[in-house]
Structure formats: structure tokens, C-alpha cells
């Protein structure tokens, strides 16, 4: 008896495996679902379908139901048991398309929700399907009479509405082969209402595919994903022509790394952007209300963009030589290779990052990456430096006639204060908030000696001092400061005499 019990101990205890799995691996849901177009593109799909169904609910506020629909080939009875086990795949360590390890399927769908089901339909024949629920597996429905887990036969496959009056309506043909994956009781919804899931679903795949989506259109809900190049050279993109700004490229460098199975070619593309791409008013930076839509690009894909296969894979701020900061939004680089350098890239099982090994980071700085990356920022810092020229220049008519506005509104005061018999204050609030000097008071006016400008220049200084004098001042404290200076420039008039004499005694 002890002997067959020890034949029968598998690797895993199947309940636990499954609770435990599904918690591992996927940032978001956009990247679980990505690993099901994935398959969908690898089985040569012209079309995925990502649709939310709301059965159970009147609302359409947040989803009860995902599906992942596509026009592929589709899978034999079979092959859709393999497909929804861990590790089962017919592509094997397959070097050719996006999918490796027989894993994304179950993972994938494991991590959104309870209950996954997979109907697929080769042409010419009837559509199958299985379902695997959690909570049937916790009680035991697929374990057989000799106590494994197994995975239930297929059977008719039954659609359901809300897919069949998507089909009918989208596709015309009908629907003669293809998988659709159908993803029930979401416990494990990142977004709370299907519009924001729907909207960072199509920022994200138009990245991450825009290189494959020429060859299989992708539909969010029946709404297209529009491809997005995060280096923005290509002027198809809707995002490339939104203003006259455009991504200047540098040249694209090729290398080859010589591997057993033959020679590998990596890609690397560079471009840089003017500091005002991601700006509504090209003249301010893009900060709050003023960055437009292609901000949320720049600051998701900051850094350096792997592809794996035309699909994007990676962004990393961090390498052996230099860390990407924000001001480095406005350069873009892309690292794209092939599957045969997985090893010496790090792709991990779920396709979302990347460990570049020491070797590889050797390549590419041999390559040119590190001279490419410093002289991408010498471009931008030249850029900001003739924007910022341009701004100063245009300004100086405006701040020419604000402090002539300023000079006639001062001697309006202390004309206005002469006349009713009063002194006219010797300091007074700007128009930014600060304070300066009234150079039309009475102590600049006496010519000869005190010098007028000795007498401007010292008493500027001291009030830069006093208001500016502490870098850890907060606004709220500097405002302060100004009001109390204010009130003391109204009782400083009794000690001008003095300084006046002073200044007096200079030789000139």
C-alpha cells in the first residue's frame, strides 16, 4: 500500500497549485489578456476581439464577462484540453512566434477570474468547449475514481448571447474558425468600470503591438486599436500628426550575435523629441492641463524599449552605465531582437520584463548604445536650451511694457501722495507678488551726492537678502516676510536721513 501511494504522489497538489499560481506573475489584467492575443496572433489571426459581456447585472458599468474572440485556425478537442494545462502547448520551446512555454492560457485567465472557458472551431467542423471553474475544483469535480485531477472532456460548445449578437453583427462571414477564451466570476478586476479597463487596454496594445497590428487588426469592445511607434517615427500614427512636433531619428544600428541555431540580428532605434511634444502651449512645459496625449507614451516608455519578435516586451530605466531620469522622456530608444536570444535577453515565462544578462549589455555598449544614449541628450539639452532663448526673447517687449506700467503707476502714487501732503512709500508690491524699490521716491531725487544708484543698488540688495535669503523658505513664509516688509517701508522714512549721510561721505 505504501508503495502505490508513493507512485501516485505527484509533483504538485493540483487545488493548492491552481490558488496559488493565479496570484503570481501579471502586473495588470492588460497584461493577461495581452498573453491571450498573443496565442490569438500565433495562430495566425486576421482579427482579436477583446468584448464585455454583463450577464447577471443590468448595469454595463463594469464587466461580468471577458472574452478574447479570434478569426485563427483553431483547435482540434484535443488540443483545447492541452492548451488548458500548465505546461501544455504543441509549441514547445518554439523559437518562430510570440509563445514558448505552454503557460499563458491558464495563467492568464487564472488571474482575472474563477472560471475559464475555452471554445475553439476548426473550419469545416462543429465548435467544442471546456470549462474549468476554481470552485469546482476545490470540491472536487475533476478529480476521477483513482483520486487524480483531470481535465473534463469537451463537449458541444454553447456561445453565449451577448458573443453570438457580436458575431452576427461583426462578422459577416460568420465565424468559420478560430478560440474564444471566456473569462467568468472576475474577482480579480484591477479597473472598477469597463471604460477605464477598455481605454488603458487600447493605450497599451497599441504600443505593445503597433509593429504587428498591419497583419491582425486588434477591437476593443468593435472599437479598433490604433498602433502607437513609442519612438513616434512612424507618420501613419495618429499620435506621430496630432501638431506640426516631430520625433527627429538618429540612424538605426544592426548587430549579430552568432548563436548554434544560426546568426541573430538585434535592431536598435533611436530618436529624440523637441521639449515641446508633449505640450498643448508649445511655449510651457507639459505639465498638468497642458500635456497632451502623448505624455501618458512618454511617461509609461521611459527608458529603453525591448521587442521580442515585434512585440514589446520591456521598458528599463536602469542600466550598467546610466539611470533615465524624467527630464529623458525626450529621448527614445528601442532594443528589438529575436526569440533564438531569449537566454541571453531574460525573458521571463509571462513575456512582461526581461533580465539582460552581463554579455548582452557588453553587445550593445560595443554597439554604440552608450554614445548613442549621451549624444540623444546633448540634442534635447540644445533644443531646451534654444526653446528656452526663444521664450525669453519674445517676453522682453511684454516685460518692457510692464515695468513702464509699473513706473507710471508708481509716480501716479507718489504724486497722489504729495498732493493729499503725505511721504510716498519707499518700497511697493509688483505686479509678481514681490516687493521693489519706488526709485521715484524723494531719497532718489536729491542728485550729486547720495549717488541715486549707489543708494538703488544697496538697498535692492538688502531687500533681496531679507526675502530671498533662506532656500527652505515655503511660499506661505515668503509671503509672510513681504507683508511685514511692507508695513516697515511705511515707518522707514525717519532713518533714510542716515543712510543718506553716509553714502554721502563716499567720494564719487
Known amino acids: 500500500m505504501q508503495k502505490h501511494k508513493a507512485r501516485k504522489l505527484g509533483l504538485t497538489v493540483p487545488d493548492a497549485f491552481v490558488r496559488g499560481i ?24 486576421e482579427h482579436v476581439d477583446i468584448v464585455f459581456g454583463y450577464d447577471g447585472t ?20 484535443d488540443m483545447i484540453q492541452l492548451a488548458m494545462m500548465w505546461g501544455g502547448t504543441h509549441r514547445e520551446n518554439d523559437r518562430s512566434g510570440l509563445g514558448r512555454y505552454g503557460y499563458g492560457l491558464p495563467c492568464s485567465t487564472m488571474s482575472i477570474g474563477k472560471r475559464f472557458t475555452v471554445i475553439s472551431k476548426v473550419a469545416g467542423r462543429s465548435a467544442k468547449q471546456v470549462t474549468l471553474d476554481l470552485d469546482d475544483l476545490n470540491n472536487g469535480k475533476y478529480t476521477d475514481n483513482e483520486g487524480d485531477t483531470v481535465i473534463p472532456l469537451p463537449c458541444d460548445a454553447e456561445i453565449p448571447q451577448f458573443l453570438s449578437n457580436y458575431i452576427n453583427l461583426l462578422y ?12 467568468e466570476k472576475l474577482d480579480r478586476l484591477d479597473w472598477t468600470t469597463t471604460l477605464g479597463f477598455a481605454k488603458h487596454l487600447d493605450q497599451c496594445f497599441g504600443v505593445t503591438y503597433h509593429k504587428l497590428l498591419i497583419s491582425t487588426l486588434i477591437f476593443i469592445n468593435g472599437n479598433p486599436v490604433s498602433p502607437t511607434d513609442p519612438l513616434f517615427l512612424d507618420p501613419s500614427h495618429t ?31 533611436y530618436s529624440y523629441l523637441p521639449p515641446s511634444f508633449a505640450s498643448i502651449d508649445k511655449s510651457r512645459d507639459a505639465v498638468g492641463l497642458n500635456a497632451n496625449e502623448r505624455f501618458p507614451i512618454l511617461k509609461d516608455y521611459h527608458g529603453i524599449i525591448f521587442s521580442r519578435n515585434g512585440r514589446l516586451i520591456d521598458c528599463k530605466t536602469k542600466t550598467p ?10 529621448i527614445r530608444i528601442e532594443v528589438e531582437f529575436p526569440a533564438s536570444l531569449d537566454e541571453l535577453f531574460g525573458v521571463t515565462t509571462a513575456k512582461q520584463q526581461i533580465s539582460v544578462s552581463p554579455e548582452m549589455w557588453d553587445r550593445l555598449q560595443e554597439a554604440g548604445l552608450v554614445k548613442a544614449i549621451e549624444q540623444l541628450r546633448g540634442r534635447v539639452r540644445s533644443l531646451k536650451t534654444a526653446r528656452t532663448l526663444k521664450n525669453t526673447v519674445c517676453a522682453f517687449p511684454k516685460a518692457v511694457a510692464r515695468d513702464k506700467q509699473e513706473s507710471i503707476a508708481r509716480s501716479k502714487t507718489t504724486s497722489s501722495a504729495r498732493e493729499k501732503g503725505h511721504r510716498p512709500l519707499l518700497l511697493f508690491r509688483a ?12 531719497v532718489f531725487a536729491h542728485g550729486g551726492r547720495p549717488n541715486p544708484i549707489t543708494l538703488q543698488t544697496a538697498l535692492e540688495a538688502l531687500l533681496s537678502a531679507i ?42
Open 22 to 45: 493565479r496570484h503570481l506573475g501579471y502586473r495588470s489584467n492588460v497584461e493577461a489578456i495581452a498573453e491571450l492575443v498573443d496565442n490569438a496572433i500565433q495562430a495566425y489571426a
Open 58 to 77: 443590468d448595469s454595463q458599468k463594469k464587466p461580468t464577462q471577458i472574452a478574447v474572440l479570434d478569426d485563427g485556425h483553431g483547435m482540434t478537442p
Open 172 to 183: 459577416l462571414d460568420g465565424w468559420e474558425s478560430g478560440t474564444i477564451i471566456l473569462i
Open 239 to 269: 499620435l506621430c500628426r496630432i501638431d506640426n512636433d516631430r520625433a527627429i531619428a538618429l540612424e538605426p544600428v544592426s548587430l549579430i550575435v552568432n548563436m548554434p541555431t544560426g546568426p541573430a540580428r538585434i535592431l536598435l532605434r
Open 321 to 330: 552605465w546610466t539611470t533615465f531620469i524624467n527630464n529623458d522622456r525626450y
Open 431 to 442: 505686479s509678481n507678488g514681490s516687493l521693489s524699490l519706488n526709485t521715484d521716491h524723494p
Open 467 to 508: 526675502t530671498n535669503g533662506r532656500r527652505d523658505d515655503t511660499d506661505i513664509r515668503r509671503r509672510i516676510v513681504v507683508e511685514i516688509l511692507t508695513d516697515w517701508g511705511r515707518s522707514l522714512d525717519p532713518g533714510l536721513s542716515s543712510i543718506t549721510d553716509i553714502l554721502a561721505s563716499e567720494t564719487y
